[in-house]
């Protein structure tokens, strides 16, 4: 696949999943809620987990419908976090995709209000009342529900917290962030295999990729962190350094962090190597984009 191909494809996936967004989230919601919801998830982010469930269902020739659904139910969730995350009682940030967090715009109370109504309407999305099997409604419920609750992105972020301060080994880094940041990516793979058919050899291999791409898209985030700008990254540099948290960088060092995402990388394309899918070339660079990203 050639690079104009895949940013081509980018660009109408991109204004697709904007546009099923901005049907999605409602206006209305009383007392300002919806303007703090659509503050939070609209015109901004990269979009890569609905990219993966895009990418996912083109790979096994899934419906392309619910594979949307899917997609804006997964960055809706991921915004949910991040609303959340930002907040004083977390991580205290004053700066989100390049413009202040909904907190410093909104007020605690309402971001707290827009990030549970996010979450809800994640599954209020996955459950049209027609369009979609019952059956693939409830397989993408769970998936979404298992990869954002304990079992991954909230207990995640729980040992996140707990470990401020702490020393932590890599295997204890790894498993914090495959939870807090890897299930969510991997799921957003899954969600868009499960909108069309797989073997059990496909879907393992999949579940594979995605795990790979998961725990590599942190490891690069953590070299952001201490190598690029708040101007660039969209959001305050430096931030876990001065929280005093554990990352890749501090426990493993710079140059071996390096290292460590190229091999994920390289998991990842052979997980997609063994799936016996053929088109799988829109993954293939989306694990390209996650391990080389400058901003």
């Not at 419906?63 to 995350?85: C, F, G, K, P, W």
């Not at 959001?235 to 876990?240: F, I, L, R, S, V």
Request: aromatic content about 4%; some cysteine.
């Amino acid at each position: 696949m050639k690079p104009d191909d895949f940013d081509a494809w980018v660009r109408l996936e991109l204004a697709a999943i904007e546009s099923a967004l901005d049907r999605l989230v409602p206006i209305d919601p009383p007392a300002g809620l919806g303007d703090a919801m659509r503050y939070a998830v609209l015109d901004g982010g990269k979009r890569l987990r609905p990219l993966l469930v895009l990418a996912a269902c083109e790979a096994v020739d899934g419906q392309s419908e619910a594979a949307m659904r899917a997609a804006a139910a997964v960055e809706l969730i991921h915004a949910y976090s991040l609303v959340h995350d930002d907040m004083p009682c977390m991580d205290d940030d004053a700066l989100r995709r390049g413009k202040p967090t909904v907190h410093v715009k909104y007020g605690e109370a309402q971001a707290m209000l827009a990030g549970d109504a996010m979450q809800a309407l994640a599954f209020e999305v996955l459950t049209p009342e027609e369009g979609m099997a019952p059956a693939l409604q409830a397989r993408l419920v769970g998936l979404l529900a298992r990869a954002a609750g304990h079992e991954g992105m909230a207990g995640g972020q729980a040992i996140d917290l707990a470990s401020i301060g702490l020393s932590l080994d890599e295997a204890a880094l790894r498993e914090m962030h495959r939870r807090k940041t890897g299930t969510l990516l991997q799921a957003s793979v899954l969600m868009g295999a499960a909108c069309g058919k797989t073997t059990p050899q496909a879907w393992q291999a999949l579940s594979d990729y995605g795990a790979a791409i998961g725990l590599a898209f942190q490891v690069v985030d953590d070299i952001l962190d201490v190598t690029q700008a708040s101007e660039t990254l969209g959001k305050t540099a430096g931030k876990d350094l001065e929280n005093n948290k554990p990352t890749y960088v501090t426990v493993l060092g710079l140059e071996a962090a390096r290292r460590h995402a190229a091999e994920l990388h390289r998991q990842a394309q052979q997980a997609l190597a063994r799936s016996g899918l053929s088109r799988t070339g829109r993954l293939a660079w989306l694990a390209d984009k996650v391990v080389d990203r400058h901003h």
